[in-house]
């Protein structure tokens, strides 16, 4: 009985990741023909920061990447509340190719998943990574 006076309680906010990981071309097709692949920061909403890199994993895969590792051995936990001065800090030239603040903070409650700039590398003759 009066159920319409309990607060209701909201899901708590997924916490905010930042995982840099190094992937090959695998089967996806977005990538450059000349690029063998890349190291791509992904940003990922995760109750934990294992939940987090599983489902950055699972989206670059799902993808046609091949995941081979996390490239700087981190798992790092951003603040979403400072998402606009990380990226105006971070990636200044491409602060229209990520989410607002507002739409990080907003996303967080479900799902989310972005990822930065890819810099990608070539194969030189012979195998190797250029």
């Known amino acids: ?9 909201s ?9 840099n990981v190094h992937i090959e071309r695998g089967t996806n097709t977005e990538m450059p023909p000349k690029l063998a692949g890349a190291h791509v920061p992904v940003f990922v909403g995760g109750e934990d920061h294992e939940s987090g ?3 950055a994993v699972a989206s670059l895969t799902a993808r046609g990447f091949k995941f081979l ?6 798992i790092h936990e951003l603040d ?9 800090e971070v990636w200044p ?3 229209g190719h990520f989410p607002t603040q507002s739409e990080v ?4 409650q479900t799902e ?12 030189q003759k012979g195998g190797k990574s250029a």
């Not at 590792?69 to 981190?74: E, G, L, Q, T």
């Not at 903070?105 to 967080?108: A, D, G, N, T, V």
């Open 105 to 108: 903070i907003s996303r967080l």
């Open 1 to 9: 009985m009066f159920s319409f006076l309990k607060p209701k309680t």
């Open 53 to 55: 890199v599983m489902k």
């Open 93 to 95: 030239d491409y602060v």
């Open 80 to 88: 979403p509340q400072k998402w606009d001065a990380f990226i105006r």
């Open 11 to 19: 899901k708590p906010l997924l916490r905010l990741f930042q995982v």
């Open 112 to 123: 989310f998943l972005c990822t930065g700039p890819f810099a990608g590398y070539e194969v």
């Open 69 to 74: 590792d996390i490239a700087d051995r981190h």
